[in-house]
């Protein structure tokens, strides 16, 4: 199985993804599936598989191709990043924020006030989320809003989606109201 979480910048995907990971590789029995976690902007970084740096945005842009082919063979992950919709996947969450909190999130990362805004605007007009859908169908896809959430409880909704215990959902988290 391959578990595909992504969201926009400053949603949760990290965080989420490491207590998700925690929990699989220690549970006990057979209830939870043995995945690992791949954190693919490490990837990225770590075997410069990117074309170039857009020094305006301050960060890289992505070889897909090149990520897909060091994806390839590699079952039984959860993939963890913005780009995770890109790639082939069974089930795909769309981790999403109220773009007003997640501004917010992404100063407090110290990143710039031009590309805060950038992704607040991105989340509003469920820019990852529709990519997500057109990729993958709205029956793979699992929408979860991470705004008011502690991380153990979004932890706990992937972790629904991994055992199947969470339905498809997406189309049902609407911040178009920021942009106004």
Do not use: Q
Not at 86 to 115: G, I, Q, S, W, Y
Not at 117 to 143: F, K
């Amino acid at each position: 199985m391959r578990v595909a979480v992504t969201g926009t910048p400053g949603t949760g995907k990290t965080t989420a993804t490491d207590l998700l990971a925690s929990r699989l590789s220690s549970a006990d029995d057979d209830s939870l599936p043995e995945l690992e976690t791949i954190h693919l902007n490490r990837v990225l970084e770590d075997e410069g598989l990117y074309t170039d740096v857009d020094a305006d945005r301050e960060s890289k842009i992505a070889d897909l191709d090149a990520l897909g082919e060091w994806l390839e063979g590699r079952d039984d992950v959860v993939i963890d990043s913005h780009l995770a919709h890109h790639f082939e996947a069974d089930r795909v969450v769309v981790l999403r924020c109220r773009p007003d909190r997640l501004e917010t999130r992404l100063r407090e990362r110290d990143e710039t006030e031009a590309k805060a805004t950038e992704n607040a605007e991105s989340e509003a007009l469920d820019v990852i989320l529709s990519e997500a859908v057109d990729e993958h169908g709205l029956e793979s896809v699992y929408e979860i809003d991470t705004t008011d959430r502690d991380p153990e409880d979004v932890a706990d909704a992937l972790e629904a989606v991994v055992t199947g215990t969470r339905e498809p959902s997406a189309g049902e988290v609407n911040f178009v109201g920021y942009l106004a």
